[in-house]
């Protein structure tokens, strides 16, 4: 067995060592090229040293299973690993720049800063989640940003993932983590809830915005556990000009209960892009933490008492779609009109978790200049977001689960398009147009949505039989443009 020694210079499997450019508690991170390799790289080596903690053997096991498995902007690039043998290492793209750790001394940052930070960092946990893996180790030494300002996911060393097995679950039974970002629920053993990351991600965006971890530094498993029970303090009680929405956003993350925060981190996303489309409850106006009686309520009557409740990632993150609803206000049809409520209507009912976005895109002219007032004096943006709120008012949704957004473009099928991508849509509605010459001319808006979109669209049309919009009938039609 050929054993390598780790200094600069040293050459494993083409990997020549540069500097050591980081020392970690479980690993050590050194600068390195390779011939066959024109990009900067960065080997990680486990420390395995006499004395050194055996979690990060298991730890490192983990990440070499997990990480040459990962792919897209949100992780670095994995150019090869070693095997325990021979010398354990994970050879990975070296990104540019520094953690979020650096931004520390900044604290606490502009909340817009704040929000738009974990908003991107939102947008990769998704992408991690939907490659059937949990990060466990959210904080800010663990993500970096490309240049192009997306989130880059770092340390897969105590992730799990849902196809393969846990050995740190198998091995151990405390829960490894950083301390003041983990979530309650691992303390009871879950591992495999990706909500557990939109706690963390709550930590996260509390302390960039008061300066202050929500349940202090304490790294005792007495001080972890009480947070199955004790409410943060509220951030509007640290700073008195903290927005409502984004009090409504953290809180609802810290809940103790998985169930109560964000289904998914695309939910979680999207309200951070849309603020002024939080539902505010009385999240978003709490001063004070919760009071003696409910706090000893959950002492003795945990909300969180299964060990291990299997939450299935990929059925999770499939009960709770992003479903939005492009809506053309202009044409006076109400038999599409309800036909698509119907549509949606049986969408909502098997997937009561799944967010609605309803949209309509006021189009501007190319070379006129657009009024904002019609011919009646009724301001076009304002009149048309009622409409569509009056559109949904019979599905009878909660306000958490509803938004509504005009959007002004030149291409209507563009700005839908667009706006499913940003906004990470799992599948669109829209009404097919009626036949006209400038639909056989120009084509329609809703066939090159579908053409187009990387994500499912239903292009419905109205159905023969009269919809009685309150309720779900089997005998609505929808069929594809």
Not at 18 to 27: L, N, P, Q, T, Y
Not at 83 to 93: G, I, K, L, N
Not at 327 to 353: G, H, K, W, Y
Request: overall charge negative; glycine content about 4%; aromatic content about 6%.
């Amino acid at each position: 067995m050929v054993k390598y020694s780790i200094e600069e210079g040293a050459v494993i499997d083409g990997f020549a060592l540069d500097k050591c450019v980081h020392h970690g508690g479980m690993a050590t991170l050194w600068s390195a090229t390779h011939p066959e390799i024109g990009l900067p790289i960065l080997v990680k080596i486990p420390k395995i040293s006499e004395g050194d903690d055996p979690a990060a053997i298991v730890s490192f096991e983990m990440e070499q299973m997990i990480f040459p498995r990962l792919s897209g902007d949100h992780v670095p690039a994995c150019y090869g690993t070693g095997d325990f043998s021979r010398q354990p290492y994970v050879a990975m793209e070296r990104i540019p720049g520094d953690t979020l750790y650096k931004r520390i001394a900044d604290l606490p940052l502009a909340y817009e800063e704040a929000a738009t930070i974990c908003e991107h960092v939102a947008i990769a946990l998704e992408d991690l989640h939907r490659q059937n893996v949990i990060h466990h180790d959210i904080k800010p030494s663990s993500i970096m940003f490309r240049p192009s300002g997306a989130a880059v996911l770092i340390d897969f060393g105590l992730s799990h993932h849902a196809q393969l097995p846990d050995l740190l679950q198998a091995e151990f039974r405390l829960p490894y983590g950083t301390a003041p970002y983990m979530a309650p629920e691992r303390l009871l053993g879950v591992r495999d809830d990706p909500r557990s990351d939109l706690f963390s991600l709550g930590v996260m965006l509390y302390f960039l915005t008061t300066g202050e971890r929500p349940f202090g530094e304490g790294e005792t498993l007495h001080a972890i556990r009480r947070r199955l029970w004790r409410d943060p303090v509220p951030p509007r009680k640290i700073r008195a000009d903290y927005p409502p929405w984004l009090q409504e956003i953290v809180l609802r993350c810290l809940e103790i209960d998985p169930a109560k925060r964000y289904p998914t981190a695309a939910q979680l996303a999207f309200d951070l892009s849309h603020p002024e489309q939080v539902t505010l409850t009385a999240r978003s106006a709490k001063l004070q933490r919760d009071s003696l009686y409910a706090v000893l309520r959950r002492r003795f009557n945990p909300p969180l008492t299964r060990l291990s409740e299997k939450s299935e990632l990929a059925r999770q993150l499939a009960s709770a779609p992003i479903v939005m609803v492009a809506l053309d206000v202009t044409q006076d049809s109400s038999e599409l009109d309800d036909a698509i409520r119907v549509a949606v209507q049986r969408i909502l009912a098997t997937v009561p978790a799944a967010r609605l976005a309803c949209v309509n895109v006021l189009k501007l002219a190319r070379v006129a200049i657009d009024k904002t007032l019609d011919e009646h004096g009724n301001h076009k943006h304002i009149d048309r977001l009622v409409t569509l709120a009056h559109w949904a008012a019979p599905l009878k949704l909660d306000e958490q689960r509803l938004s509504t957004h005009v959007l002004e473009a030149f291409d209507p099928a563009d700005a839908i398009l667009e706006f499913a991508k940003v906004n990470r849509v799992d599948h669109i509605l829209i009404g097919a147009r009626q036949h006209s010459l400038r639909r056989s001319l120009l084509g329609s808006v809703s066939a090159k949505v579908a053409a187009e979109a990387t994500c499912s669209v239903t292009v419905i049309r109205p159905s023969r039989v009269a919809i009685d919009a309150s309720l779900v009938p089997e005998e609505a039609a929808a069929s594809p443009d």
